[in-house]
């Protein structure tokens, strides 16, 4: 299919799926959950993200939940469409993947300050390496369990993931794919910079805490 596009207009075709996925990534869905569940604006609750804990903390475990499941949709959506209809195409792949995560970390309908960026980055990974994203959700969900923050499981699965990518997976040898890959988590690493230091100084709350919706958090 890709092979009979004419080469003058690949990159054309490049840009409109990189677009179409930035749009599809900017649509705010922790924001959108809380202003139509409870009524309040998700940015001046709680930690202030615009991501599924933050709702979770809000409003409960299932409108966190559902805000997930929707976020990481905008990341898989587009990805598994390009592999299914070009699957040997892992740079096309990847431009895609690319462009839900940049959409939901810089939505323009909130002036471009969106989410950290996991849960799309999760489904957009999901259509790529699910193994990689199986295990980057065992180190997730180990860290959460064991120490109830939920950024240092984000932090530290979005690494197993990576790490996975670069020393294991069959597209390991396509330098885009573990660029791209690389330059997730850093952005990742990057919007969760407020949490390391919270982290590293002792004052991140856990899932747990009773006073999470009144802290700064994931």
Do not use: C
């Amino acid at each position: 299919m890709w092979d009979s596009i004419p080469s003058s207009m690949q990159p054309f075709v490049y840009a409109l799926l990189f677009v179409f996925g930035f749009l599809l990534g900017s649509i705010p869905w922790a924001y959108i959950v809380a202003k139509v569940v409870g009524g309040i604006d998700i940015r001046k609750v709680g930690s202030g993200n615009v991501g599924a804990t933050n709702v979770a903390r809000t409003l409960g475990l299932k409108w966190g939940t559902l805000v997930f499941v929707l976020d990481a949709l905008k990341g898989f959506i587009p990805v598994i469409v390009v592999r299914l209809l070009i699957p040997y195409n892992i740079e096309l792949a990847m431009a895609t993947a690319l462009a839900p995560i940049l959409g939901h970390m810089f939505t323009p309908f909130l002036g471009f300050k969106g989410g950290k960026g996991v849960a799309t980055a999760v489904g957009a990974f999901a259509a790529l390496t699910p193994l990689g994203v199986l295990i980057g959700f065992v180190v997730w969900i180990t860290v959460v369990l064991t120490t109830g923050w939920v950024s240092l499981g984000s932090l530290l699965g979005s690494l197993a993931v990576f790490l996975w990518v670069f020393l294991f997976d069959p597209n390991r040898h396509s330098l885009p794919f573990v660029v791209v890959s690389g330059i997730v988590v850093l952005f990742i690493w990057i919007r969760h910079y407020g949490n390391i230091k919270r982290l590293l100084s002792g004052k991140e709350p856990k899932i747990w805490d009773k006073k999470g919706k009144q802290q700064e958090g994931e």
